[in-house]
């Protein structure tokens, strides 16, 4: 009698403990707030599949973040380029973006959607240089006392490990990293005026624990070392019970073509140090 009240609690108690970290950490955890963010992505759909509870919760109008995503291939590997930009573009809204002109998808083949090829870290710096920070080519050669700028404030992409190991996301986190410490190469005394979120990859056992996840992830942030105020660090981000199907409707409806998964609940993202890669 006891095993059987037990079995049929513990389903109710991992439930309630969900809804209260999720509610913990809107309420208590910090966030980003009038920042001009890109999300920096390899192929359509990694919006969805790996970065959907950050997107819908950074999305929030009451924050007055702009969000934008960078996309840096169509995709294309099974010839659906085409088809899976506009995916990209559908899942996005969904998922909170202003408008359509928010999503840029970058052809290049210096950037081909494969699952054996590295791109190179100064051709993705170059992209970014040219995209957010223009002026930048006049100021790499010489020395200068002015205060770097650039047209984003929060630059989000994957970890050193891709999360899901795919050489194009770990491409992204060099890439990224080279361009943030471009940005104040020839600058002495300067902080870079982008700061460089990436989410973190964690092992198969936590990735597939779902709701069981969120009492590990919120002890794992809440004992790193923390960074409050203009430049908060880590972040996390949970997502409640419409938040979860809201994602799942970016994943599986607006990606039609793409790789049909529930997307996570949860992301831990840790800002990287600013001296970047030289």
């Known amino acids: 009698m006891m095993l059987w009240v037990t079995l049929c609690t513990l389903p109710i108690l991992l439930v309630a403990v969900w809804f209260y970290t999720v509610a913990t950490v809107k309420g208590r955890f ?13 192929h359509p759909d990694d919006e969805a599949m790996f970065f959907a509870p950050a997107l819908l919760a950074l999305t929030d ?18 010839g659906l380029g085409e088809t899976r930009k506009k995916e990209l573009v559908k899942s996005g809204m969904l998922l909170g973006l202003r408008n359509e002109d928010d999503v840029f998808v970058v052809e290049n083949p210096d950037f081909q959607d494969s699952m054996t090829a590295t791109w190179s870290k100064e051709k993705i710096a170059s992209l970014l240089s040219s995209a957010f920070a223009p002026h930048l080519a006049n100021t790499l050669t010489s020395k200068s006392a ?23 996301h770990i491409s992204l986190y060099h890439g990224a990293r080279h361009f943030i410490a471009s940005l104040i190469k020839n600058r002495p005394g300067w902080d870079s005026p982008v700061d460089l979120y990436t989410l ?49 409707r970016a994943m599986t409806h607006a990606h039609v073509h793409g790789r049909e998964r529930l997307a996570p609940g949860e992301d831990i993202m840790t800002e990287e140090g600013e001296s970047g890669v030289s």
């Open 200 to 248: 973190s990859t964690v092992n198969v056992a936590r990735k597939y624990a779902s709701i069981l996840d969120t009492i590990s992830s919120m002890m794992v942030v809440a004992f790193q070392k923390r960074s409050v105020g203009a430049h908060p660090s880590p972040l996390l981000f949970m997502s409640g019970v419409g938040e979860i199907r809201t994602a799942q």
């Open 146 to 168: 002015d205060a770097p700028t650039a047209t984003i404030d929060v630059l989000i992409t994957f970890d050193r490990s891709g999360v899901s190991a795919h050489p194009n």
């Open 30 to 42: 910090p966030t980003l707030k009038n920042r001009r963010i890109c999300l920096l992505i390899a």
């Open 61 to 78: 109008p009451a924050l007055g973040n702009h969000l934008k995503i960078l996309c840096l291939s169509s995709g294309d590997a099974d």
